[in-house]
Antibody
Framework: EVQLVESGGGLVQPGGSLRLSCAAS????????MHWVRQSPGKGLVWVSR????????SYADSVKGRFTILRDNAENTLFLQMNSLRAEDTAAYYC??????????WGQGTLVTVSS | QSALTQPPSASGSPGQSVTISCTGT?????????VSWYQQRPGKAPKVMIY???KRPSGVPDRFSGSKSGNTASLTVSWLQADDEADYYC??????????FGTGTKVTVL
């Protein structure tokens, strides 16, 4: 069974940093593109970032480019999102998701990030 | 990277059908076959209902169907059931390794 479990969320001050993790199991992690998607409270889904299987290709939404970095450790079956220079508008639940056929076929339960002083 | 446009709400009675539109541009919805639809219930993670415009993952009822014409994709839920009440989002590949989601539609079963 495919499982994705996010962790690392919490309360952080504006300008601060946070590193989210997503532990994957039940599939060959290194064979899949992976994504981060976020959802601010009461709002819609927003695509954040994508990384290919070996970590050599990454892409970002304009809203996070230059501040967020997506990484993966295939030996540990873990996806990361390093978030720097955090802003109030980054407050959201962050989901990791697996991509298959251009769709997000498996999702974690999400981890909440709150940026506030 | 503008969000795809969906109607904020849609509704129907049990047994009826409801269709949700998802309008983008030739750079996203109109340009690629990678259009997908997601159901999200309150407090839960999204669940894929349709991928590659009109394909259903295993386990998704055939009451859910997808289509695309030009820059607009559509999700139709036939024979509405109370359990279909949820938020629905479309998503599309937008080229250059970028994806975009729709604004979301709340479906209410009357």
């Amino acid at each position: 069974e495919v499982q994705l479990v996010e962790s690392g969320g919490g309360l952080v001050q504006p300008g601060g940093s946070l590193r989210l993790s997503c532990a994957a199991s039940g599939f060959t992690f290194s064979s899949y593109w992976m994504h981060w998607v976020r959802q601010s409270p009461g709002k819609g889904l927003v695509w954040v970032s994508r990384i290919n299987g070996d970590g050599g290709s990454t892409s970002y939404a304009d809203s996070v480019k230059g501040r967020f970095t997506i990484l993966r450790d295939n030996a540990e079956n873990t996806l990361f999102l390093q978030m720097n220079s955090l802003r109030a508008e980054d407050t959201a639940a962050y989901y990791c998701a697996r991509e298959v056929n251009g769709a997000f076929d498996s999702w974690g339960q999400g981890t909440l990030v709150t940026v506030s002083s | 990277q503008s969000a795809l446009t969906q109607p904020p709400s849609a509704s129907g009675s049990p047994g009826q059908s409801v269709t949700i539109s998802c309008t983008g541009t030739s750079s996203d919805v109109g340009g690629y076959k990678y259009v997908s639809w997601y159901q999200q219930r309150p407090g839960k993670a999204p669940k894929v209902m349709i991928y590659e415009v009109n394909k259903r993952p295993s386990g998704v009822p055939d009451r859910f169907s997808g289509s695309k014409s030009g820059n607009t994709a559509s999700l139709t839920v036939s024979w509405l059931q109370a359990d279909d009440e949820a938020d629905y989002y479309c998503s599309s590949y937008a080229g250059s390794n970028i994806f975009v989601f729709g604004t979301g539609t709340k479906v209410t079963v009357l």
